[in-house]
């Protein structure tokens, strides 16, 4: 049987970052409230100019551009958010008009909380699986802002940014066989943004155990459809990553796997295989969330992408268990198969250099930002050409005509 999985991946983030030290101040709070309650250190914020089609545009073309694909190539192009930009216009139009991608190709938007972007991957997976055409490749992406209310209890956990996935037959980075994925879903209100509000309704405490009961019952079908004992997964993963909203959440998510597949096991023996397991399996993919925050549908990717960069040639040939959550609820467990001689791929990611290169704002120009809609936004085409770089080529510039403009 040919292998479908990814060939190629990428991310953006926004040039400027505001530090949980800087947010601690501003709000009177103590800085280990974030820095070790959460985990964080800081967290992505989104100029002006840039929007949920701009970030899945600049994440998109780094990955055609690095592959040399063909926007004609492309005949399947799937964004997912929770960013949407149009009550009717999806995003993945956007930025089909925006790469180029030609009329031959399905495009549509994945709403589904966090979740969407792997229901879209998969998707795109078994569509290519089952066609026959070995030259049909499909661009997956996840954009999104994460935005709360203004000085509530989720603003510290806000992020922005996007990730974009090449999946084709015979992939260079990792092979998925969707045949084995656990699902978990149920009927649940524990985040949710009602039509007409700007921001989210959290309720902490329960999605966070909404989050749990959907890993264990994901995990549960995901042994199930390999033939794997309980108590197995732990030894069969090299690598496990978690949907992460904020860094400590792995850590959550982790302790209660080892419940799972260590059940009967004292406390003492629990905690002992969590440290180990924790240490070597999970902490190398949380780069991205300690420094970028919360990005929605591209979190657990956002995660792969830190593992790659960290862990480097040591992932070629693993088993990595990832784990999507989105509320409302929605989960899945898949098993990403990593193909050898990946060194190309992660030297292409450039994610650290990303990081690096952002800016740190003042919690002055933090406010600025976030208070501006994106109806009040204009630039002329000279100003707006100012904020590109070698990572962003696609800026909004404001509206005409009621339609949204890009360059």
């Not at 209890?153 to 806000?158: C, N, R």
């Not at 792969?304 to 929605?330: A, D, P, Q, V």
Request: proline content about 3%.
């Amino acid at each position: 049987m040919v292998e479908v999985g990814v060939s190629d991946i990428a991310i953006y983030v926004p040039p400027f970052y505001l530090s949980h030290e800087e947010l601690a101040k501003a709000r009177g709070v103590p800085k280990e409230k974030y820095i070790i309650g959460l985990g964080n250190q800081k967290m992505a914020v989104i100029p002006n100019w840039e929007d949920a089609v701009t970030m899945a545009a600049n994440a998109a073309m780094q990955v055609l551009e690095k592959t040399g694909t063909d926007p004609e190539e492309i005949q399947q192009l799937v964004v997912s958010t929770e960013s949407g930009v149009d009550h009717s216009k999806a995003v993945a139009s956007f930025v089909q008009g925006l790469l180029k991608i030609g009329t031959r190709c399905r495009v549509y938007e994945v709403k589904h909380a966090c979740y969407g972007g792997t229901a879209g991957l998969v998707d795109s997976i078994d569509r290519i699986s089952r066609n026959g055409k070995t030259t049909r490749k499909g661009l997956v992406i996840m954009t999104d802002i994460a935005k709360y209310g203004f000085g509530n209890a989720g603003e510290s956990t806000q992020g922005a940014g996007a990730v974009a996935l090449l999946v084709e037959k015979n992939p260079r980075l990792c092979s998925v066989d969707t045949s084995l994925n656990g699902v978990f879903s149920k009927d649940v209100f524990d985040f949710w943004r009602p039509t007409g509000h700007r921001v989210p309704i959290v309720d902490g405490k329960f999605s966070i155990e909404c989050y749990l009961m959907a890993l264990e019952g994901a995990v549960s079908e995901f042994r199930s459809n390999l033939g794997l004992e309980q108590g197995k997964l732990l030894d069969y993963m090299d690598y496990i990553i978690y949907h992460m909203p904020f860094t400590n959440m792995a850590r959550k998510a982790h302790r209660r796997l080892i419940e799972i597949e260590r059940e009967g096991k004292d406390l003492e023996t629990q905690e002992e295989i969590y440290n180990q397991t924790f240490s070597d399996k999970v902490a190398p993919g949380l780069m991205g969330v300690r420094e970028v925050g919360n990005i929605y549908t591209g979190s657990v990717y956002m995660g792969l992408i830190s593992l790659l960069e960290n862990e480097r040639e040591k992932t070629e040939g693993k088993r990595i268990g990832i784990f999507s959550y989105g509320s409302g609820c929605g989960a899945e467990f898949l098993l990403y198969n990593m193909q050898t001689k990946i060194s190309d791929i992660i030297d292409s990611l450039h994610f650290k250099e990303q990081l690096d290169k952002r800016k740190e704002i003042t919690f002055e120009q933090y406010t600025q930002f976030y208070s501006k809609s994106s109806e009040e936004v204009f630039y002329y085409p000279d100003e707006a050409s100012s904020f590109k770089n070698r990572y962003t080529k696609f800026v909004f510039t404001g509206f005409k005509d009621h339609k949204r403009q890009y360059i």
